[in-house]
């Protein structure tokens, strides 16, 4: 059964907020909980109406998490949206797959920045999806849903370590020697 309230939301609901969990926008736009753990959600918003989808990816106190993703028919809360709340079926993973997600490694290019800067525009220019307001209201970047882009972020973060470490290196070389000589502590056994 479904439900406009995040699992655990709503007691009387007797259902319970787990990974696996996804809510669904009739807008097309869908939350997949990714994990929950000590009191926080992570979790993932696609934006299905972008060529390649968009993923927003964020994590935030359950608690909070319960409030902003539970429909108020009262519409007193700053971003309510209504979500339709799935914790018993598997998540649509052939919705993202039939829409042309690509298979493989993930490596950005300037082409995929300027696409997408170019749909940040569109975006703004014309009505925005419930992604897109949660995403905004949230202030969380989303980015395309391409594996590349892990191989690539993996690759500027060695980079990086073996900068630190070469500077590091250095540093240690250009280190007086020491004038103490060293001993080692004799052990008793």
Known sequence: MSTNDVPGANPSNCDVLAMGSWAEHADGSLILVENTESGRVIYSIFDMAKEPPIEYRDAMPEVSFKTTFSWDPNGKKTLNEKWTWHDKTPFPWNRIIQIGVKDGARL???QHTLNAAERV??????????????????KIQGEELDRDNIDHRADQIMR?????WDRLVSAVSKLPPDDKPRTKRASKR
């Open 108 to 110: 950005p290019s300037a």
């Open 121 to 138: 525009m569109e975006s703004r220019e014309r009505h925005s999806t419930a992604a897109e307001r949660v995403a905004r209201g949230l």
């Open 160 to 164: 990086r370590v073996e900068k630190m």
